[in-house]
T-cell receptor
Framework: DAKTTQPNSMESNEEEPVHLPCNHSTISGTDYIHWYRQLPSQGPEYVIHGLTSNVNNRMASLAIAEDRKSSTLILHRATLRDAAVYYCILRDRNDYKLSFGAGTTVTVRA | DAGVTQSPTHLIKTRGQHVTLRCSPISGHKSVSWYQQVLGQGPQFIFQYYEKEERGRGNFPDRFSARQFPNYSSELNVNALLLGDSALYLC?????????????FGPGTRLTVL
């Protein structure tokens, strides 16, 4: 499994942007970058995924470096509900499972 | 529409016993995956089933087994329980197993082994 590296924790103030980095220096050309998050006492939920181009959806934006060795999940205006563990996951074309690491614990201050 | 449902919510067993956990996928989803999440760690993949056949297995002992039924619901069985099996067991469903599919997770079953 391709590996990702994320900071253990990050803090943010409510209504401010949050930038969550993920390093994946061994990424292959066909690996997709997925982000899931897990709110307290819940199962993980899908956030966003991308291959090469930056992606936007109603939850977040995903900025992918030109060399694809790193990416950043952007929460544009953090709310208290965004406090969760965020997981950056690589999936190749033969990988139907999700390989979770330790993730980044995001704390949002009111 | 109902999301992924799991039963029971909580379960307490003693070492050596057997446990069966159940999962109902989102309507229309034909793929079910099982994950184990030990406290303080990310979920670890156990099994994936699609159209009633095992499509993937994680690094878990043979005490763990699963199956998928014609209505696409699934069971996870664990025999000869060990203290280390205490964890949150998560079920996820998707339309079909692809490397870009979105997996929808249930709330999990909290298993405590005493």
């Amino acid at each position: 499994d391709a590996k990702t590296t994320q900071p253990n924790s990050m803090e943010s103030n409510e209504e401010e942007p949050v930038h969550l980095p993920c390093n994946h220096s061994t990424i292959s050309g066909t690996d997709y970058i997925h982000w899931y998050r897990q709110l307290p006492s819940q199962g993980p939920e899908y956030v966003i995924h991308g291959l090469t181009s930056n992606v936007n959806n109603r939850m977040a934006s995903l900025a992918i470096a030109e060399d694809r060795k790193s990416s950043t999940l952007i929460l544009h205006r953090a709310t208290l509900r965004d406090a969760a563990v965020y997981y950056c996951i690589l999936r190749d074309r033969n990988d139907y499972k999700l390989s979770f690491g330790a993730g980044t614990t995001v704390t949002v201050r009111a | 529409d109902a999301g992924v449902t799991q039963s029971p919510t909580h379960l307490i067993k003693t070492r050596g016993q057997h446990v069966t956990l159940r999962c109902s996928p989102i309507s229309g989803h034909k793929s079910v995956s099982w994950y184990q999440q030990v406290l303080g760690q990310g979920p670890q993949f156990i099994f994936q089933y699609y159209e009633k056949e095992e499509r993937g297995r994680g690094n878990f002992p043979d005490r763990f087994s699963a199956r998928q039924f014609p209505n696409y619901s699934s069971e996870l069985n664990v025999n000869a329980l060990l203290l280390g099996d205490s964890a949150l067991y998560l079920c996820a469903s998707s339309l079909a197993p692809t490397f870009t599919d979105t997996q929808y997770f249930g709330p999990g079953t909290r298993l405590t082994v005493l």
